[in-house]
């Protein structure tokens, strides 16, 4: 039974640009929930999906946008990236009821 | 807003000694996770904490939570080598009960030297 499984791993991109991300749940996980951890910090939640909608939304600019598709996988787009969007980010999932949430390898992310 | 707080930040301790980690919170809530994490890489899940007194134990690590002093410990009994990583607990936010929505705490990167 694969994990949940992220791509790509690492990727540099320049101050500007758009970026997308890549999520596939773990089997059966309907719930997907995008965190970004800078370096030294413990991880910051981003937005939760459900159901192919936004539940929950953290602290972050619009410039951090997301979608679910029907399958349950997900995608983070950030706009206009900025030198401080340089982070790891990683994707949860999680199935009702929520015990144990499962986090991916996650996508390292480099703003030049 | 609910605040995770963890000490100390930094845990430079012998092999063979026992030391815990404290995790505190600001609000309510019934359901902590920990989670190790090792250079370079992601999260991994160590401990589900569901409800005021549970514990856990694996290994050489055991986990308690006190929902009443919003408080959880990490316990490290004979540390070995091997247990060198950072530890974060995390808190389901608060809306309408168990959200999977975690608030990390700062981390506790622990050093054990020979």
């Known amino acids: 039974d694969a994990g949940v499984t992220q791509s790509p791993t690492h990727l540099i991109k320049t101050r500007g640009q758009q970026v997308t991300l890549r999520c596939s749940p773990k089997s059966g996980h309907d719930t997907v929930s995008w965190y970004q951890q800078a370096l030294g910090q413990g991880p910051q939640f981003i937005f939760q999906?459900?159901?192919?909608?936004?539940?929950q939304r953290g602290n972050f600019p619009d410039r951090f946008s997301g979608h679910q598709f029907p399958n349950y996988s997900s995608e983070l787009n950030v706009n206009a990236l900025l030198l401080g969007d340089s982070a790891l980010y990683l994707c949860?999932?999680?199935?009702?009821?929520?015990?144990?949430?499962?986090f991916g390898e996650g996508s390292w992310l480099t703003v030049v | 807003e609910l605040k995770v707080e963890q000490n100390p930040l930094f845990l430079s301790m012998q092999e063979g000694k026992n030391y815990t980690i404290y995790c505190n919170y600001s609000t309510t809530s019934d359901r902590l996770y920990w989670y190790r994490q090792d250079p370079g890489k992601s999260l991994e899940s160590l401990f589900v904490l569901l409800s005021n007194g549970a514990v856990k134990q694996e290994g050489r690590l055991m986990a308690s939570l006190d929902t009443k002093a919003r408080l959880s410990t990490l316990h490290i009994t004979a540390a070995v080598h091997d247990l060198s990583a950072t530890y974060f607990c995390a808190v389901d936010g608060i809306w309408g009960g168990a959200t999977n929505k975690l608030i990390f705490g700062t981390g506790t990167l622990l050093a054990v030297q020979p």
């Open positions: 949860a999932s999680s199935l009702e009821p929520r015990n144990t949430i499962y």
């Open positions: 999906y459900y159901e192919e909608e936004e539940r």
